[in-house]
Structure formats: structure tokens, C-alpha cells
């Protein structure tokens, strides 16, 4: 076996046991990111960011394009978030692929507190953990 296959093989056995949640105006990325075998869910339109924050995301990892407005509640709910704000290109496939590849390379089904992480055109994401 090639070591790209066996990469691509750990990265869909690994990407297999999480569940992120997509904000409603990154919604296209489901599919993508539902083909690289990680479970998604949106929250319904209209609702309010502490609704979200409330309801869907404690102990979760949130793909946003709107991170400034959810800061407040990482460290409450110990949302993990991932922000698309700094990407030019929104190519829902190429974004999701991005979105796949940071979750490994930051191990953030692992994380056990917020956190946020900038996603960067040039790949050189930004991690930061959240602390009170």
C-alpha cells in the first residue's frame, strides 16, 4: 500500500468519528465535507447566534465565516470554531477539503476546550486556545 493511500485511509477512518456544525451561509459545504465521511449538521435558519450557541454547539466544532460573533460563547459552551473569513476562494470543495485537513492536522476531536482556528489561504493556519 502507497503511503498516499494509507493517508487518505487514516484521514477517512479518523475523519468518521466527529460532528461538526456549518453556519447557514456555509451550508454548501455539506455535501463535501459529508463525502470526506465527517457528519454534519445545520442549525435552522432565523435563529438568533445565542440560539446557536446554546443549542447546537456545546463541546462541538463550528464552521463559521462570522467567528467574531461566536467568540463570546467558545469558552462558555467549549465551542471549537473554525473560521473560513480569511479565505478567498468559498469553492465549497476546496474548502471542505481544506476544513478536512486542518481537523487532523490540528487533532480537533480532540481538543477538550474552545478554541478557535483561522483558516489562511496560504495553509499557515492560526490555533488558538480558548481559556477564561
Known sequence: MSDKVLVSA???????RGTII???????????LTNLNIRVRLPPQGMSDKE???????????VTNNSKDFLKFAIIYDIGIVATENIKSKNPEDLAEMIS???IDYSLWGQK??????LMNDGKHQFKALTD
Open 101 to 103: 485537513d486542518a481537523i
Open 10 to 16: 487514516l484521514k477517512t477512518v479518523a475523519m468518521s
Open 113 to 118: 476546550s474552545g478554541f478557535i482556528l483561522t
Open 52 to 62: 446557536i450557541a446554546e443549542d447546537y454547539l456545546p463541546n462541538r466544532v463550528f
Open 22 to 32: 456549518v453556519d447557514e451561509n456555509l451550508q454548501d459545504l455539506r455535501h463535501y
